[in-house]
């Protein structure tokens, strides 16, 4: 075909549909996996450098405590990443 004869359709994304992200767990039992693992490890991402503020607060944690509890964290992320890996192929 010549290119002036070729049509595209141009689809515009919705503005805003917040149970979009559902399509990504129907693609399949492997992406849905993935997807899961996804998921589950950025959860634990989104507090970022505030929970140390609430340790302290909340749970009256000092430096030592807090330093324990962020390698914890670590480890396990860590650990859980190494592990995730073969359960998704």
Same mark, same amino acid.
């Given at each position: ?10 689809? &515009?994304? *919705?503005?805003?549909? *917040? ?13 849905? &996996?993935?997807?899961? =693992? =996804? ?11 505030l929970?140390? =503020? ?6 009256q ?5 807090? #330093? ?5 964290? #670590?480890?396990?992320?860590t650990?859980?990443?190494l592990?995730?890996? *073969?359960?998704? &192929?």
């Open positions: 075909r010549p290119a002036s004869k070729i049509t595209t359709t141009e689809k &515009r994304p *919705p503005a805003f549909q *917040p149970l979009a992200f559902r399509r990504l767990f129907m693609r399949g039992p492997r992406f849905a &996996r993935l997807n899961a =693992v =996804v998921l589950l490890q950025s959860l634990t991402n989104g507090m970022g450098d929970w140390q =503020v609430l340790a302290r607060e909340l749970r944690w000092g430096a030592a405590q807090c #330093g324990r509890f962020a390698a914890a964290a #670590g480890c396990a992320s650990l859980g990443t592990l995730t890996g *073969p359960s998704i &192929r």
